[in-house]
T-cell receptor, first 117, second 119 residues
Framework: KAGVTQTPRYLIKTRGQQVTLSCSPI?????VSWYQQTPGQGLQFLFE???????NKGNFPGRFSGRQFSNSRSEMNVSTLELGDSALYLC????????????????FGPGTRLTVL | AQTVTQSQPEMSVQEAETVTLSCTYD???????LFWYKQPPSRQMILVIR??????QNATENRFSVNFQKAAKSFSLKISDSQLGDTAMYFC????????????????FGEGTQLTVNP
């Protein structure tokens, strides 16, 4: 079974621009979560989507938004980029089905490295 | 809110020896999961081991085992027979046990411990 995929792997943007990152979960996984990783703040939770609904949100400004499609693929959008948004953005998918081995475990994608200049 | 603390920013160990990484957490919840993730230089986050809070038996996965002390809110990782490929950043993480499809899930991570295995 294919793992979590994220595109693009690398992005360079300038301040004020906006960016969209994409995440395709493991087949059958309905939960997709996003995390931001920076040297200063470590790993921080952004939000979680389940069945196209955001059901959990971290403490990030409204410039960070996301959505999930009917096939469980998720996108994350950051508007009006700031230098501090430079980070590795990780996506993780999880199965809620108790019949699935290793359900309630989050499997991570390789990440998207965003650099804001 | 939950917090996870890893007090050892860096550790090193000789190949084939044993090393223990420490983690403490704080929560008022009773049903939760604890995880250790490994992040090598590739930055790919890999799950090493998982512990369910309601299980008293410590989890083991090959060379990896945990010492889970629920009352003390402690969750340490022991790596036996360390290998060069174990060199990575290790993160301890907490997640509430989801209560049905309507409850959210999120991982709360510690600061990480950079482990270096020396030949």
């Amino acid at each position: 079974k294919a793992g979590v995929t994220q595109t693009p792997r690398y992005l360079i943007k300038t301040r004020g621009q906006q960016v969209t990152l994409s995440c395709s979960p493991i087949s059958g996984h309905r939960s997709v979560s996003w995390y931001q990783q920076t040297p200063g703040q470590g790993l921080q939770f952004l939000f979680e989507y389940f069945s196209e609904t955001q059901r959990n949100k971290g403490n990030f400004p409204g410039r960070f938004s996301g959505r999930q499609f009917s096939n469980s693929r998720s996108e994350m959008n950051v508007s009006t980029l700031e230098l501090g948004d430079s980070a590795l953005y990780l996506c993780a998918s999880m199965s809620w089905d108790a019949r699935v081995e290793r359900h309630n475990e989050q499997f991570f994608g390789p990440g998207t490295r965003l650099t804001v200049l | 809110a939950q917090t996870v603390t890893q007090s050892q920013p860096e550790m090193s160990v000789q190949e084939a020896e044993t090393v223990t990484l420490s983690c403490t957490y704080d929560t008022s919840e009773n049903n939760y999961y604890l995880f250790w993730y490994k992040q090598p230089p590739s930055r790919q986050m890999i799950l090493v081991i998982r512990q369910e809070a309601y299980k008293q038996q410590n989890a083991t996965e090959n060379r990896f085992s945990v010492n889970f002390q629920k009352a003390a809110k402690s969750f340490s990782l022991k790596i036996s027979d360390s290998q060069l490929g174990d060199t990575a950043m290790y993160f301890c993480a907490f997640m509430n046990r989801p209560q049905g499809e309507t409850s959210g899930s999120r991982l709360t991570f510690g600061e990480g411990t950079q482990l270096t295995v020396n030949p």
